[in-house]
């Protein structure tokens, strides 16, 4: 279990995070959504030891965060960042196999094994020879979502369960990667571990979300299950948009249809 | 056990071995080189005998043991030395064009040996001559330390490194600590002009055994030292962040990066003055051949850096014999075009 108790950070005068307090209990998918600057990849930083909060606390398996090294916590959990930046010439294999080298013992055959299983759950089976630096965006961005799952293994690893964090891991992808990205995020869940993915598309989150949370500047504006946060009010005082919001006639599923603003009433 | 596909480590292993061969036998061959040549065949003779043989010509034993020896090992430690300072320094930066003669790395260690040289004899007085000999490497150390700080401080903010910033900064400590240096060298006695005169043209030819002792040993410390970087090198090629969550100890590598690049560097310019070059065209040639991994880029360029010196020290010693060209000369004619060539290949990476 992983908990932030009301944690702020500020950064010069303003507040970035005030006083949010969030849990990610294992066995869950937990999805992040909110507007351009609202603080979710700071919550995420501050999730994984990243960016220590200048107040509140955060305590993972019941022990302050700042207490773990970094080795036992990536023995613990795994990051996909937003952005990632790659210098040199790697292959896409070896770039997986990062995942790999700060675990702890493992077997020549998991070394060779682990990587293309990895490849082929992201559907890059057959990459591993190619140059990184020649893959197309979304190509890339599964390159790592492969690297973060060589390094964590499985959801529950020596009884107890593993942590994925994934900063917003569709954003370069076409909607059957999309699909088959939190599917993979939601199996892990289900199997045992604790998920938290930041995502934009709330058609996604209302898919596959066990537990949303929505950040609106700096502060939590809602949780709940997507049935319930999700709504007409959320959508005009988070996002200010007058959109309205559907529902699916099997099990009452949210979803909103992006269309023009023109024609709607100008907001006030 | 099969490779995996992509897998290039059992490729990088070979050609750390061959590289391990060519530079055992150009270290022999360099020995026959010089003002008086020697054949192979007499070169391995002595060799064999050892320094105190009495059966031989004493001239052959005297150059090839006590002139020729210490050099080439000097040569050989001061080129793996500088490709190892690039290969640290680019991990480091995260690009590939940082090398500690052009980021002003180099420029800071000289600085701190031409403190010490003029400095120096103030401070040491009598007895404690012995120190003198040893303070130059430490002072060049400390220079370079100081250099490659500010250089990271400078060019490095949240976790990630600009290159312009980083080869702009790079030129400003360049030029300021060649500011400091001419400062010092217009205080400077004619004798201690001499001095840095003859150490600044970046020669290897007042090589003895006596420098070896004193710059060797940290040389070798920093090229045992360095492999245990590869791991996190690897990892923080992602971005600091990025190898924090891999496990990384960030802050810890960092430090220890900076403290073998400065000293990597500082011994070496203590030793031959400031020899450009060859920490960006080694480990840029390697990532070629072997790829980017830098648990095989380190020891390989360790390797192919002392063999490159060996041969540009070769040609400096035959090209205008009996007299000899400064090594620098020649590491720059080669290496100045061949970073031109990157950086117009990677124009857009630069752009500010
Ligand atoms: N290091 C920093 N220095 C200054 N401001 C920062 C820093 N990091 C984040 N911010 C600011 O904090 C706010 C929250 O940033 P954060 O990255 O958490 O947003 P986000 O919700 O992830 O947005 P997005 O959807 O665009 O990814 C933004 O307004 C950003 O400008
Ligand atoms: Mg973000």
């Known amino acids: ?268 | 056990m099969p490779i995996a596909e992509g897998d290039r480590s059992r490729k990088a292993a070979f050609a750390i071995a061959w590289l391990a061969v060519a530079l055992g036998a150009l270290a022999v061959a360099s020995l026959g080189v010089g003002a008086s040549k020697m054949p192979l065949g007499d070169v391995i003779t002595v060799l064999l005998a050892g320094p105190n043989a009495k059966h031989l010509p004493a001239g052959d034993v005297l150059i090839v043991w006590q002139i020729r020896m210490p050099r080439m090992l000097l040569g050989a430690l001061i080129g793996a030395s500088l490709a190892t300072a690039g290969v640290v320094l680019q991990g480091l930066f995260r690009n590939p064009l940082a090398d500690p003669g052009l980021v002003g790395v180099s420029s800071g260690a000289a600085l701190g040996a031409v403190t010490m040289i003029v400095l120096g004899p103030g401070l040491f007085a009598g007895a404690f001559r012995l120190f003198e000999m040893f303070a130059l490497p430490v002072a060049a150390f400390a220079g370079g330390l100081i250099a490659t700080i500010l250089l990271y401080a400078i060019a490095t903010r949240r976790g990630r490194t600009s290159v312009a910033t980083m080869l702009l900064a790079g030129i400003a400590l360049g030029a300021f600590a060649a500011a400091g240096s001419g400062l010092l060298i217009y205080v400077a006695s004619e004798q201690q002009l001499r001095e840095i005169t003859f150490w600044s043209l970046g020669a290897l030819s007042g090589a003895s055994w006596i420098k070896l002792t004193v710059s060797g040993p940290i040389m070798l410390l920093v090229l045992l030292a360095a492999p245990v970087l590869g791991r996190g090198l690897n990892a923080i090629v992602l971005g600091e962040a990025e190898a924090f969550h891999l496990g990384i100890n960030v802050q810890r590598l960092k430090h220890l990066a900076i403290f073998l690049v400065a000293g990597a560097t500082g011994a070496a310019v203590a030793v031959s003055g400031v020899i450009g070059f060859v920490g960006i065209v080694v480990p840029h040639l390697l990532r070629f051949a072997i790829g980017a991994d830098h648990r095989a880029l380190l020891p390989a360029s360790a390797l192919l850096g002392a063999t490159l010196l060996l041969l540009a020290d070769m040609f400096a010693r035959t090209i205008v014999a009996p007299a000899e060209l400064p090594i620098g000369i020649v590491t720059a004619a080669v290496g100045a075009p061949f970073f031109l060539g990157m950086l117009l290949r990677r124009r857009g990476i630069v752009d500010l």
């Open chain 1, 1 to 268: 279990m992983l908990e932030i108790h009301d944690a702020s950070v500020h950064i010069g005068a303003r507040a970035i995070l005030k006083s949010v307090s969030v849990r990610m209990p294992p066995g869950r998918l937990t999805v992040v959504a909110g507007p351009n600057g609202a603080g979710k990849s700071t919550l995420l930083k501050v999730m994984t030891g990243e960016l220590r909060p200048h107040e509140g606390s955060v305590r993972f398996d019941d022990r302050a965060l700042e207490e773990f090294q970094p080795h036992e916590l990536a023995a613990r959990r795994a990051v996909l960042p937003q952005a990632s930046q790659l210098a040199f010439p790697f292959t896409v294999l070896e770039v997986v196999r990062l995942g790999l080298e700060c675990r702890p013992g493992v077997s020549k055959a998991l070394r060779f094994s682990a990587p293309s299983a990895a490849l082929a759950r992201v559907d890059l089976a057959g990459f591993g020879a190619r140059h990184y630096q020649e893959l197309s965006g979304g190509e890339q961005q599964r390159v790592h979502l492969a690297r973060v799952l060589c390094q964590i293994g499985e959801p529950v690893t020596a009884g107890r369960p593993q942590y994925l964090f994934l900063d917003e891991p569709t954003s370069s992808l076409d909607i059957r990667h999309q699909i088959e990205t939190l599917e993979i995020a939601r199996r892990f869940a289900r199997e045992g571990g604790g998920v938290l993915a930041i995502l934009h598309d709330l058609n996604l989150a209302a898919a596959f979300a066990d537990h949303l949370i929505v950040m609106h500047e700096g502060e939590v504006a809602a949780q709940g299950t997507p049935r319930d946060v999700i709504s007409d009010d959320l959508m005009q005082h988070v996002f200010g948009l007058p959109l309205r919001v559907g529902r699916l006639p099997d099990g009452d599923l949210p979803f909103i249809l992006p269309q023009s603003l023109e024609g709607f009433p100008a907001r006030a």
